[in-house]
């Protein structure tokens, strides 16, 4: 038992089995919750949907699409706006779900996480991929009811989007993270709307095409263009089409790599938020 | 659980030197003591003595900014997987997830040390009864009182058998039957198993005259040792007195310099 450690040696001693045993659980863990909170998934349908059969409505007279790729045809200003919307998922998904973590009631559940003996980074990780799992379902419930509105996408779109999504809900999910240990303005779920949510999301080809923001301002073309989101977006709507937008795949990888790599660097005990976040623990 | 070894074996808890500042603020300052194996150790303090700053960076969710913690020989920093794997925690605020089941809780508590389903279905039943809770195991905590949701806790440690249980004020806000119950559980840990128990409180009357306690006022350390001779030292008649003096005279010391 007490075997001489070469204690200077990363080897944690876990089988590649448990690592899996460990991710499982946090998974597990995150489903179930998910399922426990109903309200949290109807409010996450509701939200797109509102866009969907109202704004988007409303808009379709505004704002006329040309063919752009990778549509081949005129399109109604529905389908131009859907993957905009299944990212407005996972953006919300991807902030609730790492951003809880550091609110006082989540403060716990992440302690409990950072206290396994299993290394941070992989700890982090799976917390970032059970994110990005309970995205999944919320978006391809939303691809139903809009499939419904006549929004269609060729049916092999619906299983190539998929790694689309994974991806992008990572970036998403590892950008909350990140963002929880690096400012404490946004600890609260206003200030990220404000902040970042919307900024986010209105600064990006969500809405309407790049060419026509380039039309009114060629500044904020720039911004759009450098916008992560703006990339997650195009990727899920090529992807949605069976193609691969390489410009956008290029740049939602990196952005997800620099994003994790950020938060796994904030979490280190040495350098986080948890140390300079001082106290600890709330009450005493 | 370890009996037969304790000649070779290494103190369940080493600090050596510590010190933590939060910026300009000083938390703890040079701390150092050792706890033996299988004893029940008391960090007895006021609040915001540094327990829990000394928690946190025995639990390596700080890094230890001066000095060396070790557990049972391993050091907390560069072989936190090793030290980790030998200490169960509780946290002082309740970190249970209310809307799963006390099986779920600890299913997924398993999961982050490795171990299977089916394995920790086993071993939850038998942490359970241990804090006489088997009969709630479906149950939602949500609907546990306070008292058991925190001897689902202490459980939810005991789950990957560790030899070193850290509980952070783990009776504040209970009942006193409750908080008579938690003790006790936790002390047959360290008589029938062999458990090393660190016990962080401010409530003098937890501490049993056997009991090793660490006094700690204002981040120092102000005396180390058995409840009985720390009270026979400081010529009072129990440990509140003997408490009281001492940190009196910190107090008066501190307003000196």
């Known amino acids: ?21 460990c991710l499982k659980g946090i998974v597990w863990r995150e489903g179930l919750r998910f399922l426990h909170q109903r309200e949290r998934f109807v409010a996450a349908l509701v939200r797109p949907l509102v866009w969907l059969f109202i704004f988007a409505v409303g808009f379709r007279q505004v704002l006329g699409v040309s063919i752009i790729p990778p549509y081949e045809t005129y399109i109604l200003y529905e389908v131009y706006v859907a993957p905009g919307l299944m990212l ?60 419904f509105w006549e929004i269609e996408a060729p049916p092999l779109g619906y299983i190539a989007v998929l790694p689309a999504l994974v991806l992008s809900g990572l970036m998403l999910g590892s950008l909350g993270m990140l963002m929880s240990s690096v400012s404490k303005q946004l600890e609260n779920f206003a200030g990220a709307m404000n902040f970042v949510i919307f900024p986010m999301f209105f ?23 450098l916008n992560p989101f703006t990339h997650a977006v195009e990727l899920v709507r090529f992807a949605l089409y069976g193609q691969i937008n390489w410009v956008s795949l290029a740049v939602v990888g990196g952005s997800t790599t620099l994003f994790m790599a950020g938060a796994i660097l904030a979490y280190d005990p040495a350098r986080g938020f948890l140390a300079r976040r001082g106290e600890p623990g709330g009450v005493t | 659980m370890m009996h037969g070894m304790m000649s070779v074996e290494q103190p369940a808890v080493t600090i050596d030197g510590v010190s933590h500042n939060y910026g300009a603020r000083r938390a703890l300052q040079d701390v150092s003591f050792s706890i033996a194996p299988a004893t029940f150790a008391v960090l007895l303090g006021l609040n915001g003595a540094g327990k829990s700053t000394l928690f ?38 309740r ?48 609907n546990l009182s306070g008292g058991q949701m925190r001897r689902i806790e202490i459980a939810r440690a005991l789950l990957h058998r560790p030899r070193l249980l850290v509980l952070d004020e783990p009776t504040v806000g209970l009942d006193i039957k ?55 030292a400081a010529g009072v008649k129990n440990i509140r007195a003997a408490f009281t003096r001492l940190t009196q005279a910190a107090d008066a010391a501190s307003e000196v310099r």
């Not at chain 2, 809780?105 to 999961?111: D, K, R, S, V």
């Not at chain 2, 038998?126 to 709630?136: P, T, Y």
């Not at chain 2, 401010?202 to 180390?224: K, P, T």
Request: one cysteine or more; charged letters at 20%.
């Open chain 2, 95 to 142: 970190t249970l997830d209310l809307d799963l089941s006390v099986t779920q809780n600890l299913i997924y508590h398993a999961a982050l040390h490795g171990i299977g389903k089916h394995e920790s279905r086993t071993r939850a039943h038998d942490v359970l009864a241990r804090v006489a809770l088997a009969n709630r195991a479906d149950d939602k905590v949500r």
């Open chain 2, 56 to 93: 946190s960076l025995i639990m390596r969710l700080y890094a230890v900014q001066r000095g060396r913690i070790q557990v049972f020989g391993h050091d907390i920093g560069r072989a936190s997987s090793e030290a980790l794997r030998m200490i169960g925690v509780v946290f002082q605020p």
């Open chain 1, 1 to 21: 038992m007490t075997t001489d450690v070469a204690s200077s040696s990363r080897l944690t001693g876990f089988s590649p089995i448990q690592y899996a045993i």
């Open chain 1, 203 to 225: 600064a990006s080809s969500a809405l309407y095409p790049l060419w026509r923001v380039r039309e009114g301002s060629p500044l904020l073309y720039y911004v759009c263009e």
């Open chain 1, 88 to 147: 407005l998922i996972q953006l919300f998904n991807g902030m609730q779900s790492s951003l809880s973590m550091v609110y006082d009631r989540e403060m716990g559940n992440m302690r409990t996480l950072l206290v396994s003996p299993l290394p941070r980074w992989f700890l982090l990780t799976s917390k970032l991929v059970a994110g990005m799992a309970v995205s999944l379902p919320q978006v391809y419930t939303f691809l139903a009811i809009a499939w």
């Open chain 2, 178 to 232: 409750s908080r008579a119950d938690i003790l006790g559980y936790v002390r047959q840990l360290v008589t029938e198993d062999g458990v090393s128990v660190f016990w962080a409180t401010h409530l003098i009357d937890e501490v049993s005259d056997e009991d090793e306690v660490i006094m700690l006022h204002e981040g120092r350390v102000l005396a180390h040792g058995s409840a009985s001779r720390m009270v026979e």
